[in-house]
């Protein structure tokens, strides 16, 4: 039975930092996409940071980078979003997702390249 299973998320104020995990089972993995998205209120699911199976290529939403770094843990079958300076508009339900087709070598934040989705880990953002 494939899992994804996501924990960090929580309600911090704005400035503060959040650390989203998300583990992987029932499923062997292939060197593919991995990546984070999120949907906020009344607001379409967007994707917020992607990386190759790899690790060698990351790749992060205007709006977050530079605050937001994606990272994986092969070994533990883990990914990461490490989330620094959050701002109220950062609050969503947030989801990773694994086995990400890539299309002319490129990963890509379209969610349907994507297999296998997380329950998702509620983030709220005090002003």
Do not use: H
């Not at 499923?27 to 984070?36: I, K, Q, R």
């Not at 205007?62 to 092969?74: G, K």
């Not at 086995?99 to 379209?110: A, N």
Request: net charge positive; charged share 20%.
């Amino acid at each position: 039975q494939v899992q994804l299973v996501e924990s960090g998320g929580g309600s911090v104020q704005s400035g503060g930092s959040l650390r989203l995990s998300c583990v992987a089972s029932g499923y062997t993995p292939s060197s593919n996409c991995m990546g984070w998205f999120r949907q906020g209120p009344g607001n379409v699911r967007e994707g917020v940071a992607r990386i190759d199976a790899d690790g060698t290529t990351r790749y992060y939403a205007d709006s977050v980078r530079d605050r937001f770094t994606i990272s994986q843990d092969n070994a533990k079958r883990t990914l990461y979003l490490q989330m620094t300076s959050l701002k109220p508009e950062d609050t969503a339900m947030y989801y990773c997702a694994t086995e990400g087709r890539k299309f002319y070598g490129y990963c890509s934040f379209s969610g349907d390249t994507y297999r296998y989705w997380g329950q998702g880990t509620q983030v709220t953002i005090s002003s």
